[in-house]
């Protein structure tokens, strides 16, 4: 019903092994072949291994281009102030921005409310900007989103699997997304050699 609006803010959520960060790669790839620069800040992964993971499903993230920059932090050595001045740095220029696995910055803070006020600064900081950015973080069992900032976001994509019959199962699924009709419900979606796809 006309995509997600630019400078849209999206929560990318679900359980471990449910195609979350591959959805991240085709927004940025999106973006790359359309000439837009792209941002990814992963909390997950070290930048040769998330280059690695990306060219399995064909995605080339090599930063020589200039359309993509990759930044690795590492949670243990963060100082929020300065993270949130180096992603400022950062986003000059930038279209799309992808924060994979936003929930652990909450380790870098020594309670909740602080985690809380980061994120909401962070949000805003994209906002500002006019960058359409996908916020991707993990949930637990039983857990859909995470309701603390649920309602900063102007979206909410669940990924989700089930098993049926000692078959796994994959399913997306758009809960909101302000400004843009979308479909009801669960549809199938599966994991092949050329990412996500999803079922018509």
Do not use: W
């Not at 927004?27 to 800040?41: R, Y």
């Not at 080339?60 to 993270?83: A, N, R, S, Y």
């Not at 302000?178 to 092949?192: F, M, P, Q, V, Y």
């Amino acid at each position: 019903g006309g995509s997600v609006l630019e400078g849209s803010i999206i929560l990318v959520t679900g359980e471990a092994g449910t195609g979350k960060t591959l959805f991240g790669f085709h927004f940025i790839q999106a973006g790359i072949e359309k000439g837009e620069k792209g941002l990814i800040i992963s909390l997950n992964e070290e930048k040769p291994t998330l280059e690695r993971n990306a060219r399995h499903f064909g995605f080339d993230f090599t930063e020589d281009k200039g359309l993509l920059k990759i930044l690795c932090v590492p949670l243990i050595d963060m100082i929020p102030d300065e993270h949130l001045i180096k992603i400022k740095e950062e986003l000059e220029g930038v279209k799309r921005v992808v924060v994979d696995g936003f929930p652990c910055y909450l380790h870098a803070f020594d309670n909740e409310n602080e985690y809380k006020i980061f994120m909401r600064t962070l949000i805003s900081l994209c906002r500002s900007e006019g960058i359409t950015s996908i916020f991707i973080g993990d949930t637990a069992p039983g857990e859909r989103y995470p309701a603390d900032i649920a309602h900063l976001a102007d979206g909410i994509i669940i990924l989700s699997s089930e098993e049926e019959m000692g078959v796994k199962r994959r399913f997306i699924e758009v809960v909101k997304m302000r400004g843009s009709a979308h479909t009801i419900g669960k549809k199938l979606c599966d994991i092949t050699p050329n990412g996500l796809e999803i079922s018509p």
